[in-house]
């Protein structure tokens, strides 16, 4: 039996699972994996062109759906401004979630918690974009600005 080989292809990243690992005779190759143990404590992150840091991906659990789907519990993605400053931009939690990795998206059907330095918003059932910067939260919606409005008209 191959070892187990956890590779996420868009990040480059290979995390391989060492209790699982077998001994093989020398030029022996595996010709395909199969994913069937979850990646627990894990951190994904992501950087820009620039080498940057744009986002932090962790959970407590990651599980693969597909190639490019991957199952978390305890979803904690950290988004940064993506620049030297290596500033925080925002900050999503929820208990379960699918990150959908060479989209650099990440969804869930139930809780999220979304905390930035001008508001914190709550709901259920959301989308977020990073490549648009867009989050999208369509049931129990609560937002609480941090900020005095000055002007809603």
Excluded: C
Aim: glycine content about 6%.
């Amino acid at each position: 039996m191959p070892p187990l080989r956890y590779a996420l292809p868009a990040l480059g990243v290979l995390l391989l699972a060492p209790a699982a690992a077998t001994l093989r005779a020398a030029g022996e190759r595996p010709t395909a994996f199969t994913v069937d143990a979850p990646v627990i404590n894990f951190r994904i992150p992501t950087f820009s062109r620039e080498g940057f840091r744009t986002w932090l991906l962790s959970g407590g659990e990651g599980r693969y759906l597909s190639a490019n789907e991957l199952a978390v519990t305890n979803l904690s993605l950290t988004v940064f401004t993506g620049d030297a400053t290596n500033a925080v931009d925002s900050v999503f939690l929820s208990p379960q979630a699918v990150a959908l990795l060479d989209e650099a998206r990440v969804r869930g059907p139930g809780p999220l918690r979304l905390i930035t330095t001008e508001f914190e918003a709550t709901g259920e059932d959301w989308v977020y974009d990073n490549h648009a910067k867009k989050v999208s939260i369509h049931k129990n919606v609560r937002v609480v600005f941090h900020a005095p409005l000055r002007s809603l008209f």
